[in-house]
């Protein structure tokens, strides 16, 4: 009798255990985002001694790896079924997934916007098959060379592309966007100033590109610097390309994209040796406006009627205006709830659920995303900006300011009229403002016309867009 009551003892501790034991979830977990392309994502997840765990996280496609999450924990329900949640707080990720069987999360993914996503234990899919039938491949018909010079205490990498033949040749130095880009400005694989510095040196310019700080090889914080930094990077560039033997000095240009198309107004309207610059889906109003009129354009693209867009653009405004100028977070909050709740009274209920907002805390997860995006230097200078007195003091100085008709994020209609308007009351007399039919922000021919399309067209740069361009710059520099 005591042998048998032993095993039965034994059985019920086995039983005990297995029903208290949690899975480990250590090892590789990846997945596919599919949204603007297939982007991989891979989780690495280690336990600890202790039995809790720490993980990073990569996003190959993205150039991305090694980030470190800030949280990640299991929780098993009543039932027995376990959940793992990650956080990334710097940028704005999460995720919660259950487990459904030793190999397989399913759960959700959030980054603004909720998307179902499941990982898989241990499979790594291959790179995605990308078309950029654009990008440019060697043998290429004039010289390329990657270069490294030091300037304002920091070391900047770029590629200067110099057409065939001897001489001295016109110069463009190119400005990037808003966010940390590499010298190609590389987007979903698209490289569009790969694609403009071939097209414009074939063109017979001398065009350099430069990694902005600290990607590639540029160095420098770039977390903590504002577009006035930026700006400095711009003429250390600008004194560089002079510094060239092949560069005519007397026909140095500048083209900036989107917040580059801001940059350049304010390097050249304080430089006498800028002769001519190219403004490609840059502000033209001030930048809080821009946003307000930015957010209003994406939900109409995303199904939200004009009426509604509308009604959240005045609110939008007071919001940021509430965030920037509150002593701390809980003042934010505090003033900046009862605008969003008060709006939402007599706001269309569908709408605001194809938002997010179901529930109180999606409009406090809401607001805490913005003083999240707003607490950084750049953010802080970035929506003070006003565009129009840099754009109105430019001195002799040839101006293209081109905008896609499609474009959600710098919309042409408010902001071609408004630089147009600068340039005709400052002191420059050379000058076209036109809109391009049927392009997005990246000048791309689109059929959806939202961000999420930039990765899936195979277009990087529309060829009329190229071809305007270099028509323009034919006629005005050469």
Known sequence: MKLKLLIIIMISLFAINGVNAQANFSGVWSATLKIAGNIRLILHVKQLPDETYTATFDSPDQKTTGIQCDTIFILKDAAGSETLTFTINKYKVSYTGKLLNDTTLSGTFTQVANVPLDFHRGVVPPPPVVIRPQTPKPPFPYRSEEIVYNRNGLQYGGTITIPQGSGKFPAILLITGSGQQDRDETIFSHKPFAVLADALTRDGFVVLRVDDRGIGNSTGNFEASTSADFAKDVNA???????????????????????????????????????????????????????????????????????????????????????????????????????????????????????????????????????????????????????????????????????????????????????????????????????????????????????????????????????TITDWLNRNVK
Not at 290 to 295: D, G, I, K, P, V
Not at 446 to 463: F, M, W
């Open 237 to 467: 560039s600008l004194d560089y390309l002079r510094s060239r033997p092949e560069v005519n000095d007397k026909k140095l240009g500048l083209l900036g994209h989107s917040e580059g198309g801001m940059i350049a107004p304010m390097v050249a309207s304080a430089r006498k040796d800028v002769k001519f610059i190219v403004l490609l889906a840059a502000p033209g109003v001030k930048i809080i406006d821009l946003m307000a009129e930015q957010n209003a354009a994406i939900m109409r693209s995303a199904g939200i009627d004009a009426s509604f867009s509308e009604s959240f653009k005045p609110v939008y405004t007071q919001l940021i205006s509430i965030i920037t100028s509150a002593p701390d977070s809980a003042s934010a909050m505090a003033n900046g709830l009862p605008v969003l709740t008060r709006w939402q009274s007599t706001a269309d209920t569908a709408n605001l659920r194809k938002l997010g907002f179901k529930t109180p805390d999606d409009n406090r997860e809401y607001i805490n995303e913005q003083i999240a995006a707003t607490s950084t230097p750049w953010f802080t200078y970035f929506i003070q900006f006003n565009p129009q007195p840099y754009l109105s003091k430019l001195k002799k100085i040839k101006v293209l300011a081109l905008n896609g008709s499609k474009d959600i994020q710098v919309v042409a209609s408010q902001n071609l009229p408004a630089i147009q308007s600068a340039l005709i009351g400052g002191k420059t007399k050379k000058f076209e403002v036109k809109e391009l039919p049927g392009l997005n922000h990246l000048f791309q021919a689109c059929n959806l016309c939202t961000v999420a399309e930039y990765g899936k067209l195979q277009e990087t740069i529309s060829p009329f867009a190229l071809q």
